[in-house]
């Protein structure tokens, strides 16, 4: 298949949840050399995004959002060596990475976990549902440099207000930076409850990183 159209093709396999398409193009990504990491992370985010546009407008129903939640976290779990393979570098600088209290949505935050891995950290994932207290115990017992949460619903993004206080009842807010990124948040959101920073996908993560460090 030509490079460029197997980032469509997926595109479109993930909006018109077409599961037997899915399942070659798990393997195909694989086998096609010189994957652009990067493309095809925006076309799987783009994919789900119009997959939530159909969900809101009554088109697809939570069955279907579950099917192509789980179609899309296996692709990711089976394109780890990919996403991965930029790794460089020792691991040395740990990042605690974590979906917020109440929210389920990981495949981001696992894309986001394998980038950072990516440029040679040691990612602690504390999975999804992440209490204040859970982030808090990691921190203490880690030592990151990097605190990453993400957030997806409206209903939920005020757990990271929560974790950021907790963090600072606990004297841990200035020995780390903490980012943040999903669907119910910004770069407003994140100057609001005082977040380090902000990036709206995976890749942006990387600089951000780096300018939050002063360098990878
Ligand atoms: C797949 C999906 C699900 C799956 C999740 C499976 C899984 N394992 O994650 C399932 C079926 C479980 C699900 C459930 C629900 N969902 Co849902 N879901 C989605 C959907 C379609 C895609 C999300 C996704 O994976 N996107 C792809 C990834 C790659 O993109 P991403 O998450 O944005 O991540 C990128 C960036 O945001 C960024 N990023 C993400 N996290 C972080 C963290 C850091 C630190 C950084 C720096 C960056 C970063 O980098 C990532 C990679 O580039 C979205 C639609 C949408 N527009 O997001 C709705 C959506 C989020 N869901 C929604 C809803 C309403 C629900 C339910 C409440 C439905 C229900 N009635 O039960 C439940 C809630 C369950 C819960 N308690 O959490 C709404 C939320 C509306 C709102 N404003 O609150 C959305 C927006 C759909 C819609 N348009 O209505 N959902």
Do not use: C
């Amino acid at each position: 298949m030509v490079l460029s159209d197997i980032y469509q093709e997926l595109r479109e396999a993930i909006i018109k949840i077409e599961t037997n398409k899915l399942e070659t193009l798990k393997e195909e990504v694989l086998e096609t050399p010189d994957i652009d990491v990067d493309k095809l992370v925006e076309n799987i985010r783009s994919g789900l995004e119009e997959v939530g546009i159909k969900f809101e407008a009554g088109e697809y129903y939570l069955a279907e959002l579950i099917l192509i939640g789980t179609e899309i976290s296996e692709a990711v779990e089976k394109w780890k060596p990919l996403l991965e393979k930029k790794k460089a570098k020792e691991k040395v600088r740990k990042a605690v990475i974590g979906t917020v209290e109440g929210d389920i949505h990981d495949i981001g935050k696992n894309i986001v976990g394998m980038m950072l891995t990516s440029i040679g950290f040691e990612v602690i994932d504390l999975g999804n549902d992440v209490t204040a207290d859970k982030f808090v115990e990691a921190v203490k017992e880690k030592s990151p440099v990097i605190v990453g949460m993400s957030a997806l619903l409206s209903t939920t993004r005020d757990g990271i207000k929560k974790t950021l206080d907790a963090l600072k009842e606990n004297g841990l807010r200035d020995k780390v930076k903490v980012i943040i990124g999903g669907a119910a948040v910004d770069d407003d959101f994140a100057k609001t409850v005082d977040a380090d920073g902000y990036a709206s996908n995976a890749a942006e993560a990387v600089p951000l990183v780096e300018k939050l460090l002063g360098g990878l």
